[in-house]
Structure formats: C-alpha cells, structure tokens
C-alpha cells in the first residue's frame, strides 16, 4: 500500500536529503521575493527623485541634474548588475506612464544607457573587490565610463533630436551655450566646457553621496532580504 503520510517503508520521516533541500529551497525563494520588493522599492524611489530636478545653467543650458541615480547605484551594490539594470528599466517605465515622453523616446533610450555606463562598471569591479578601496575605484571606473558616454550620447542622439523636433541647427545651439560661457564656440568645446563638467559633477556627487550612505542603507537591506 502507498504510504500517504511522507512516512518510507522503514517508518521514518524523509531522509536527511530530503530535509535539508526542503530547508533550503523556502529560504531561497524567500530571498528571492524579498530581492524583488527591494528591486521595486528603489526602482519607485528613483522614479520619485526624477521629479526633484534643478538645472545648472552656468554649466548646460538644456541638462537637468537629479538623484534617481543614488537608488541604482545602491540597489546594484546589493542586488547585483541585473538587480541594477531592473531598478533603471522600472524608472524609465513609470517615468512614460506617469509623465510621457517629450522626445519621441530618445531621452528615455539615453536614460538608460547612460545609467548602465555609469552603474555597471562600478558594480562589476565592487562585486570582485569588496572592500572601500574597491567601492571607491569602481565608483571612480563608472563615472569616467559614464561621462564619455554622455558625450556620445549628447553629440550624437540628444542634440540631434533637439534639432529634428524644434528645427535647430548646430550653429544655433552653440549660440545658445556661447551665451552662457563664451569659450563655447565649437562642438568640441560644447563638449569639454559643458557636457563633461556637467556630468562629472553629477556623477561625482552621486558617487560621494554613496559612499556617505551605503554602509548604513545596505546593511538593514541585506538582512531583510537574507
């Protein structure tokens, strides 16, 4: 006769095996919802800080600096480059359905690959080096990465697209950044007088802010998720 009460023929409960994998296989989903609602939580609280944006007109007539980067450069600390990536694919998400797009999507595509440029590196050199000094490197690796893809990404798809929506000519973008710094008057210094101190300052404060923060955030976080 079947035995129905997950007791083996010699009256004993499942063997060890079995008890230890059913041990660990409750945990590990545990972990893995609770790395989900973590994954959300900082994925809404970059979604929220796009909205506390002030600009540096001093610096760049069009480029707007906010925080939404501190909740993905700490979520990819603990979490992880796919925990990372999540957290900047679900703020661009709710970004288009709560405030749409104004650039046929480009500002959004840009959004994301500069977000990647920056948080990746600094998360795959933490993930083999954990320690301050690794944290303080990989933060230093990202933002360099990322500021040379905002200068890719500005020349080449965001500038662009401000000339194709509203009719500009290059000519007249410069004007706009000679009227703020009068060094300006190429291209190229469009680049080195506004888009690098531009987002390296960003980055920068957003590297500096982390490391203030992230001990004390990521060891609560940790333990919930564990």
Do not use: C
């Not at 703020?91 to 405030?99: E, G, P, Q, R, S």
């Amino acid at each position: 006769m079947q035995n129905t009460n997950g007791v083996n023929a010699a009256g004993h409960a499942g063997s060890p095996a079995q008890k230890a994998k059913a041990k660990t296989v409750i945990p590990a989903q545990k972990t893995k919802v609770r790395s989900l609602v973590i994954t959300a939580l900082m994925g809404v609280l970059s979604f929220i800080l796009m909205y506390f944006q002030f600009s540096v007109p001093i610096i760049s007539p069009f480029a707007e600096f906010d925080a939404s980067a501190l909740p993905e450069i700490i979520g990819g600390f603990i979490l992880g480059p796919v925990g990372a990536v999540e957290i900047i694919v679900l703020k661009l998400v709710l970004k288009l359905i709560f405030k749409g797009t104004n650039s046929m999507f480009t500002g959004e595509i840009l959004n994301l690959l500069l977000s990647i440029a920056y948080v990746l590196p600094a998360i795959m050199y933490y993930r083999k080096h954990r320690t301050r000094n690794g944290a303080v490197i990989g933060l230093v690796l990202g933002t360099l990465i990322g500021v040379a893809a905002s200068v890719v990404g500005n020349l080449y798809v965001t500038f662009p697209m401000y000339m194709y929506l509203y009719g500009m000519t290059w000519e007249q973008i410069i004007g706009i950044f000679h009227e703020i710094n009068p060094s300006i008057t190429n291209i190229p210094t469009v680049a080195a007088f506004s888009v690098v101190p531009f987002n390296l300052i960003s980055r920068r404060a957003t590297s500096a802010i982390t490391m203030l923060v992230y001990k004390k955030i990521s060891i609560p976080i940790k333990k919930f998720i564990s």
